[in-house]
């Protein structure tokens, strides 16, 4: 049980999603690069726990594709691959060309929602949190996804979130200045929504999406 300032208590996660989200978090963010190896002794030590939920918690993750178990050494952390970069980049294409056509001529609220990120994103690069930066660039894109309407594609969307995180902070990593061209990228995508040009819009985001290809890859 954990207290509050109010003097009330709340009850802490299960130990082996405590482990899950330590472990998931510090992956996403890159403070646990792919080539890492993880032992359930440091985990345990990390989180407060004992090694038996450790175990669950790495099960999960190895599930997810981030990590791979090897048994009395530990845990992997798989570095992205070009392959997954390539599927990707492809699957965000077709679903956010499609998306964004969909979305012109865009609602007022969808273009008030996406300023409000805008103005997140260089709040965040002002203060240099990469990994904060990389959450708001996905939630941009995911909003224009969402208010394509389809149900559907917006689930399979949101299963890319973990990979296009990790990416994302990879990306900014890799090239710090990344971080404002993606911020000044989306006002030109919010631009093409104002004015109501499908085409141009489209156009942007395939440039934009493309691009995190050869980032990823040092490739640019």
């Known amino acids: 049980m954990i207290s509050t300032a109010?003097?009330?208590?709340?009850?802490?996660?299960?130990?082996?999603?405590?482990?899950?989200?330590?472990?998931?978090?510090?992956?996403?963010?890159?403070?646990?690069?792919?080539?890492?190896?993880?032992?359930?002794?440091?985990?345990?030590?990390?989180?407060?726990?004992?090694?038996?939920?450790?175990?669950?918690?790495l099960l999960r993750l190895e599930a997810e594709g981030l990590i791979k178990l090897y048994p009395k050494k530990g845990a992997l952390v798989l570095p992205v691959s070009a392959q997954e970069i390539a599927d990707v980049v492809e699957t965000r294409l077709l679903v956010e060309e499609h998306a964004i056509r969909k979305v012109v001529p865009a609602e007022p609220q969808l273009l008030r929602k996406l300023e409000e990120l805008l103005a997140e994103h260089e709040e965040h690069a002002r203060t240099g949190d990469l990994a904060a930066a990389a959450v708001t660039d996905r939630c941009f894109h995911a909003e224009i996804v969402r208010a394509a309407g389809n149900a559907i594609l917006s689930h399979l969307y949101d299963q890319l979130r973990d990979r296009q995180l990790r990416m994302g902070v990879q990306v900014m990593h890799a090239d710090p200045g990344r971080v404002a061209k993606n911020i000044a990228e989306h006002g030109e995508l919010l631009a093409a929504l104002r004015s109501g040009d499908a085409d141009a819009a489209a156009a942007m985001v395939h440039r934009h999406v493309s691009r995190v290809k050869a980032l990823v890859r040092g490739e640019a």
């Open 6 to 57: 109010s003097g009330t208590t709340t009850k802490q996660p299960p130990a082996a999603e405590r482990v899950y989200a330590h472990v998931k978090q510090a992956v996403l963010e890159r403070r646990y690069e792919g080539g890492t190896l993880l032992t359930e002794g440091d985990l345990a030590e990390a989180v407060g726990v004992s090694r038996t939920p450790v175990r669950e918690g």
